[in-house]
C-alpha cells in the first residue's frame, strides 16, 4: 500500500520493462477528478477504486490535482490518489500524458484502467509510455452511434461524421487493450458485437455497477413538496429527454386536483453555466410560464447531490437512450421512486434480472409520438405524486432485491479475476 499519498518535490517513478507479476495487484485508475462534478464517470470511476480497494487491491488514481481533502478522502478508502508533476500551460487533461509521481520508491501498476474515449486515450499513453509490462484494461460508458442519434433533432442535420469518428476510437482503444469492460448489459452487447473478428479476439466482460451504501439512509418518508427531479447533462437537451420531461410536467400541473397542495415543480441538476440560456429558452418554449421550474449547475459536492435526492419525490431519466443510466441508479439507491426509460441499459439490466416488475418504473419515450409518450410519463408521475408512501415502499422493495443480485464487492472480484485470467 502507498503510505504518502503524494509529493509534488519527488521525481518520476518510471516501470522497468522487464518485471513481471504472477497475479496482478496493482492498479492505477486513470480519471479526470476525484469528485464528481463532470458526472458519472467521475462517480463510477471513484466508486470502482473503492470496491478495488476494499478487495484487498493496492489502488493508486491517477487526476491532474487535488486539494487535501480529496487526498485524505482518498486515503481514508486506502487508495493513493497521484498527480503528475505541474508544468505550466498544459491543460489539465494534457498533464495526464505525463508520468504520475509516486511516494513509494518502486511502485509501479499491474493494470492501468482508462474510461472511454475521452481518458481512454490517456490511460493508454500512461500504458505505453510508463508501465509497458502492465495490462491495460479499456472501461465502455457509451454507445456512440445510438447516442449521438438520440441527439438529432427530426428535419436537422446529421451527425454522421462525428459519430462515426466517435465509434472508431472507441473500437480502436477497446481493441487495442488486454481487456474492455461495458459497463451494464447493453454497453457490454455492444462492444463485444463491435469487436467480432477483431485479432487477437477481445476480451469483453459486463460489469454491473453496485448499488452506493452511502445512499440507503436516505430511504424515508417522502418529502411534503411535490419535487420532479432531473439529474444529467442538461446540455444534451434531447437525448436526455428534457423535452420530454417537460411536456410530461406540463400535463401534470394543468390536471393538478384543485385541493391537493404543493402543485409539482421541476429541479434539473447539471446544468453547464455556458449552456443555462439555451436550456431556459427552451423550457420556456414548452412551459409557457405554467409550470416552476429550477436550474442547478454541476456540483462537487456529493451533499448537494444528495440533498436533491431527499426533497425529490420523483426522479424522472427519460433518455431517448442512455449506456447505463447512473441517475436513476444513484435514486434507487436512495429509496426515491424513479421512471426509467426503457431505451436504457439499466432497463435492460432490471430485466434481465428479473426486476422489471415493480409498478410504472420502466417506460418508453419511442415507438410512440410524443404527445402520447408524455400522456404516459405524465400519468406514472402522477401516480407516484399522489401515491407517495406506496411509491417509496415499492422503490424499497425494488432496492433490497437489486442489493441482493448486484453488488461492487462481486463486480470487483470480477473484474479482479478476469484480469488474472488474462
Not at 494534457?94 to 499491474?110: A, N
Not at 473478428?197 to 476480451?203: F, I, V
Request: hydrophobic residues 45%; glycine residues 6%.
Amino acid at each position: 500500500m502507498v503510505t504518502h499519498l503524494l509529493n509534488q518535490d519527488a521525481q518520476p517513478v518510471l516501470a522497468p520493462t522487464t518485471k513481471t507479476r504472477a497475479t496482478p495487484r496493482r492498479y492505477l485508475l486513470v480519471g479526470d477528478e476525484w469528485r464528481s462534478g463532470h458526472g458519472g464517470l467521475s462517480t463510477l470511476n471513484r466508486e470502482l477504486a473503492v470496491a478495488l480497494a476494499a478487495a484487498g487491491v493496492d489502488v493508486a488514481v491517477m487526476v491532474p490535482s487535488a486539494d487535501d481533502e480529496e487526498l485524505a478522502a482518498a486515503s481514508s478508502f486506502g487508495i493513493s490518489l497521484v498527480t503528475p508533476a505541474s508544468i505550466p500551460g498544459l491543460t489539465a487533461r494534457e498533464s495526464l500524458l505525463l508520468p504520475p509521481v509516486f511516494s513509494e520508491t518502486g511502485w509501479e501498476p499491474d493494470v492501468v484502467i482508462g474510461h472511454g474515449r475521452v481518458l481512454g486515450p490517456l490511460a493508454a499513453a500512461q500504458k505505453d509510455t510508463y508501465f509497458p509490462a502492465a495490462r491495460r484494461v479499456h472501461f465502455v460508458h457509451t454507445d456512440a452511434e445510438q447516442l449521438e442519434a438520440a441527439k438529432e433533432t427530426p428535419g436537422g442535420a446529421s451527425s454522421m461524421e462525428r459519430t462515426a469518428e466517435r465509434r472508431e476510437l472507441e473500437r480502436a482503444l477497446a481493441q487495442s487493450a488486454d481487456l474492455v469492460v461495458g459497463v451494464g448489459p447493453h454497453l457490454a452487447d455492444m462492444i463485444r458485437d463491435e469487436l467480432i473478428g477483431s485479432t487477437p479476439p477481445a476480451n469483453v466482460i459486463c460489469l454491473t455497477p453496485g448499488l452506493r451504501t452511502t445512499y440507503a439512509a436516505l430511504a424515508t418518508d417522502p418529502p411534503a413538496r411535490n419535487t420532479v427531479l432531473l439529474l444529467g447533462r442538461a446540455d444534451d437537451f434531447r437525448s436526455k429527454g428534457l423535452d420530454l420531461a417537460a411536456e410530461s410536467i406540463l400535463r401534470v400541473v394543468d390536471a393538478w386536483p384543485l385541493d391537493k397542495p404543493h402543485i409539482p415543480k421541476l429541479v434539473i441538476r447539471g446544468v453547464p453555466d455556458s449552456a443555462a440560456d439555451d436550456v431556459k429558452r427552451q423550457l420556456d418554449e414548452i412551459l409557457e410560464e405554467r409550470v416552476t421550474y429550477v436550474l442547478r449547475p454541476f456540483s462537487q459536492s456529493e451533499d448537494q447531490v444528495l440533498q436533491d435526492l431527499r426533497e425529490a419525490r420523483v426522479l424522472l431519466m427519460p433518455s431517448r437512450h442512455e449506456g447505463f443510466g447512473l441517475s436513476a441508479w444513484e435514486a434507487i439507491a436512495s429509496g426515491v421512486p424513479s421512471l426509467i426509460s426503457a431505451e436504457s441499459g439499466l432497463a435492460q439490466l432490471l430485466r434481465e434480472r428479473h426486476l422489471d416488475t415493480f409498478p410504472s418504473c420502466i417506460l418508453s419515450t419511442r415507438n410512440q409520438p410524443k404527445r402520447l409518450a408524455a400522456d404516459i410519463w405524465a400519468e406514472a408521475i402522477t401516480q407516484i405524486m399522489l401515491n407517495p408512501v406506496q411509491s417509496r415502499e415499492a422503490v424499497s422493495n425494488l432496492r433490497k432485491a437489486v442489493s441482493t443480485a448486484v453488488t461492487w464487492q462481486n463486480a470487483a472480484k470480477e473484474l479482479i479475476d478476469a484480469v488474472a485470467a488474462l
